[in-house]
């Protein structure tokens, strides 16, 4: 997966999870309030009934007042009174916070009933009535929460599964496509390209005059360029068919032979290429693929060079870094630099495959990379095993 | 000095106890229904403190049938009082005498 797909993919998913976690938060409070609601009702039933007992009560008390001053008690719930002014009269509540403007409410496990009588028996303006909740309902609400969003969790993952193919298609036929039109092209240039090259070998250099000698350079520079991409495309089709064939290298020699192969192109752009060698290190490795590696690297550093700029190859003992006096990678763009068609300079030609074979290259060996970049000072890539 | 002080707060209270005794009790002694049954005709109807004590001046002052808090048959029998002669202090000492002496709030256990 490109990191283009892997980008989309990550915000549809992020969106998409956001999404579905609201709607069922939301549908979970709903239900919620629902199912407390429901059992505050039930309750209220049963509740009207306590608080006209205790009406009852504190009517007698109330007309035997010189003979008792006694408040009425129950076993099954508690009890407060108040005036119109809202004063304690008295109370058996156990939670003595009181919301005299609800008439119905739970705090934490206890369930108050606020009843108005129609005579005042004692003072009673406002009668309360408290019981203690079980909370059976709540273990139950919890357990069906639990179920109903997990399983619409589950639905909602496979809808967005589903959702996220349908929205990866456009993107994955354009890839699949630009694919095709590579690997058909790259076959058809494979013949035209050998034959330059071969015709190019077989002139003779003596019998040419002055004049012809600067075009046919020009013509082998044009052709080692598309050879170039010829060989990069043929390892990006066969990447995986290849076995590999490893053998012990001396770097020096080969890091020499690539510099010379790229010393005419880069004349073309007057960058001048050097050669810090500070180790005769040698490692195993298959030759064609750290030669497609080197030549990444290098070109690149050619390619993306300012005029009369330079390319320097460091080699020590245990990593090659090509520095080059470019225009650099923007910090943002330096993660995106190893994904496969991705390009942040369309000044210069090429496909964005570069340095995806580099790390295709390097992730097979183990090796690792570093880019340090500067916009408008340059770029150094490193590679160490 | 603190003698005298002493005897004048003494002189006071029971002036003050004398105007609800002397102006109501007195008179409600004779009467078949004790005095302590109005004012919890009073707290049945009106509920608080505050209320109770509003609606008693506002009868005392000028008695009605419509402000009596008496049933039917009662007033048909006793009939409503006159109005009282009392100044508004007096009147407020005295039902302030009243509440404390036969209030609910607070006595019930």
Redesign the interface.
Known sequence: MSHSEKQTLKNFVSLYALLSFSILLLISILYFDFERDFMLRKKQVLLEEYAKELIQNLKY??IN??KT???PRSKNYKSAIF???K?L??STLENKKVNLEDKLYKTENIIHFIKQPS???????YVVVEIVDDELWLNMVYKKLFIYAGSLFFIFLIIGYFLSRLFLRPMRDAIEMLEHFIQDTTHELNTPISTINMNIEMLDSKILDEKSKIKIDRIKIASQTLSHLYDDLSFLLLNHKVISNDEELNLKKLIEQRLNYFEQIANVKKVSLNFICNTEQSIIIDKKKITKLLDNLISNAIKYNKISGNVTVILDEKSISIKDSGQGIKKRNLKAVFDRFERFNYAQGGFGIGLHIVNVIAKEYRLNIDIESKENIGTKVSIRW | MVKKVFFALLLVSTLNASIFETNCASCHKSFPVEIDKFLYRYILKYSSEESVKIALIEYLKNPTKGKSVMPEPFILRFGIKKRSTLSNIELKRAIDDYWLMYKINGTLY
């Open positions: 008390v109330h007042l010189d001053r006694k408040y005036d119109s002014s004063k009269i008295f005579s005042y028996y004692l003072g009673s303006y």
